[in-house]
């Protein structure tokens, strides 16, 4: 149990495109989901916190206007790169919060390549 | 910041135990210890958890000392496929805040050797 799905794997796009990254907990409900930004040979770092029915939460630096986060149900988040850079290009990765028991916890999914020309 | 403390890469022979170390000696009372592992261009994959006693599932043990200052995680017999980057992270175990929040460190890089 505990899938998170991410669709698409990768995508190439030109500058100033947008770009919608969807990501779906398969088997359970996630009330919270998170996005993650991972540059090449560098750790995860957190961009935002979404929560089903709410405004998302961004980080201090993450622009809110650019990175659209829209977490319409329980199990779909969706980032939105919009009119995307090449300094965009990085690995996206969202995950979904698992509450089970006196604990909780993310599972993450496989990520998604953006490359902007 | 990363609350933890893991050594940047580490070895390990295929077939015998892996053993990754990690201080976390700031770690509250209401922490967990939870570890994950990313393998190269994957999500990261989710392991185990403990808060003060020692846990194990089908993937790996969970050794977390008596005074929480520190834990190790074992594999008990590695395989290559366990070639990874493994993030230990402390973090709160439910609701809200930076508390909540899963900080990823640099991790241990570890290399099963045929």
């Known amino acids: 149990g505990a899938v998170v799905s991410q669709h698409p794997s990768r995508v190439i796009c030109k500058s100033g495109t947008s770009v919608k990254i969807e990501c779906r907990s398969l088997?359970?409900?996630?009330?919270?989901m998170f996005w993650y930004r991972q540059f090449p040979k560098q750790s995860l770092m957190l961009m935002a916190t979404?929560?089903?029915?709410?405004?998302?939460?961004?980080e201090q630096g993450v622009e809110k206007d650019k990175f659209l986060i829209n977490h319409a149900s329980l199990t779909l988040s969706t980032l939105t790169v919009t009119s995307a850079h090449p300094e965009d290009s990085s690995f996206y990765i969202c995950?979904?919060?698992?509450?089970?028991?006196?604990?909780?916890?993310?599972?993450f999914g496989p990520g998604t390549r953006l490359t902007v020309l | 910041d990363a609350k933890t403390t893991q050594p940047p890469s580490m070895d390990c022979a295929e077939g015998r135990a892996a053993n990754l170390p990690c201080n976390h000696s700031?770690?509250?009372?209401?922490?967990?210890v939870y570890w994950y592992r990313q393998i190269h261009s994957q999500g990261p994959q989710y392991i185990i958890h403990?808060?003060?006693n020692n846990e194990t599932n089908e993937m790996a043990s969970l050794i977390i000392t008596e005074d929480r200052k520190s834990s190790t995680l074992i594999l008990p017999h590695a395989t290559l496929r366990d070639t990874a980057v493994y993030y230990c992270?402390?973090?709160?175990?439910?609701?809200?805040?930076?508390?909540?929040?899963?900080?990823f460190g640099k991790g241990t890089l570890l290399t099963v050797n045929p």
């Open positions: 403990g808060l003060k």
């Open positions: 995950s979904a919060r698992s509450g089970q028991g006196f604990t909780d916890t993310q599972y």
């Open positions: 992270i402390v973090r709160v175990a439910r609701g809200g805040g930076s508390n909540y929040k899963l900080t």
């Open positions: 088997d359970f409900q996630a009330t919270t």
């Open positions: 979404s929560n089903e029915g709410s405004k998302a939460t961004y």
């Open positions: 700031t770690i509250s009372g209401n922490e967990y």
